[in-house]
């Protein structure tokens, strides 16, 4: 059950600073042997309702604009689910402000998707987001449990209720071409390779390359995990005259091309024979 | 008219006198495109980008009229060649 539940996405609330977060701790760390010692675990997740104890809220579309039940949906830290019109559990989250997930949920989410919600609110006003996740771990298996499935929002790849990661916008040498240059494009160039640490020059954008080589590029660093950079040398707006310097200053006919740590690593080939081979991981360490 | 597999050959010929090249034409509606295999003694002590450069340089004079060119292979003669198989374990006696 634990290795189901833990293959599922889980929505990332947002974390206290550094510093709160400190100064809860060292109150947590304070409050709990005032109360039961050595049951804190058990206490964090007891404090919550199971999924079967919550009562449905109803939600209202939005188009009908009445506001949500205040009281059913504190704008507190908890855990949630949301069931469509027929009564299906379709998505289980955590949240710092329930009452805003849930009112997000409403605006972006189909109507028959996100028809009524169970709470369940944490005792304190700033939880560690342990005690959040587990009980969002708990309401999950007990939903598995019963059902043998996972919430369908909640299985990795359903972006309808936490969105995609949004891809890095590729990068940009000019305001546009109207905008005269006061140095080389050279310079940009050689600014630009060093400022970041990977920088892929291809053909298109990020999100839609222009040619197979680029795409194929793209995609591996991707699946490496890699932090890096794009460029689209076709954007004659923004690129102007890139496409032709960068040859000059890579001496690389062709593109892609890949540069880390300010140097060229190579194109697609070379990209891809380092990836084939298990070199690629080595390269982005350095 | 364009460049052909010939060119592409005859270009790297001069340039690496390759032990082992084989050209393969890959065009397709967007322009020529080559794949290329290349074994040359003049690979030795370069790295694999150098190689490339080295492949690149040659085809420069055509470069602006090929679409496409794909490296698949630049290797010296010692990396070429087949590489043994290991032996056996024996039993022992």
């Known amino acids: 059950m634990a290795s189901t539940a833990a293959s599922l996405r889980l929505p990332s609330p947002p974390l206290s600073a550094p510093a709160a977060a400190a100064s809860f ?8 042997p005032l109360r039961r010692r050595g049951a804190a675990r058990p206490l964090a997740v007891a ?4 999924l079967s104890e919550a009562s449905p809220v109803p939600i209202p579309p939005e188009s009908a604009q009445p ?24 998505f289980v989250g955590i949240s710092r402000n329930v009452r805003a997930s849930v009112e997000g949920h409403r605006r972006k989410v189909p109507a028959d998707l996100c028809a009524s919600v169970k709470v369940s ?11 959040l996740t587990n009980a969002w771990k708990s309401w999950m298996e007990e939903h598995i449990e019963s059902t043998g499935k996972a919430p369908p929002g909640n299985v990795a790849g359903n972006n309808t209720w936490v969105g995609a990661p949004q891809r890095p916008p590729d990068l940009r040498l000019t305001p546009g071409r109207h905008v005269q240059l006061t140095v080389p494009l050279e310079q940009l160039i050689d600014r630009l390779v060093k400022e ?8 298109g954008s990020r999100s839609a390359p222009q040619c197979g080589f680029s795409q194929r590029v793209v995609g591996i660093l991707e699946a490496h995990g890699v932090d890096f950079v794009t460029v689209d040398v076709l954007d004659e707006e923004h690129n102007h005259g890139l496409r032709e310097t960068l040859k000059t200053y890579s001496n690389w006919p062709t593109f892609p091309q890949l540069f880390v740590g300010g140097e060229l690593v190579g194109g697609c080939d070379i990209i891809s024979s380092m990836a084939e081979k298990g070199e690629l991981s080595a390269l982005f360490q350095k | 008219m364009g460049v052909t597999k010939e060119d592409v050959e005859a270009a790297i010929t001069s340039a690496l006198s390759p032990s082992h ?12 495109s080559y ?4 074994v040359s003694e003049k690979f030795e002590g370069k790295r694999l980008l150098e190689r490339h450069r080295m492949v690149n340089t040659a085809l420069a004079p055509h470069m602006a009229e090929i679409h496409a060119v ?8 010692a990396q070429a060649q087949p590489q043994p198989e290991p032996a056996a374990d024996k039993p022992q006696a």
């Open chain 1, 196 to 203: 970041n640490k990977v920088v892929a020059f291809i053909k």
């Open chain 2, 70 to 77: 794909s490296i698949k292979k630049a290797l010296t003669p």
């Open chain 1, 47 to 50: 404090a919550f309702k199971k």
């Open chain 2, 21 to 32: 090249l084989v050209v393969t034409d890959t065009s397709g509606g967007c322009g020529a």
């Open chain 1, 121 to 131: 609110v944490a005792d304190e006003e700033t939880p560690d987001r342990a005690v």
């Open chain 2, 35 to 38: 794949e290329i295999e290349v």
């Open chain 1, 25 to 32: 701790s060292s109150a947590t760390t304070l409050r709990f």
């Open chain 1, 67 to 90: 506001p949500l039940d205040e009281e059913a949906l504190p704008p507190k830290p908890g855990v949630y689910g949301v069931y469509d019109a027929a009564g299906e559990l379709q």
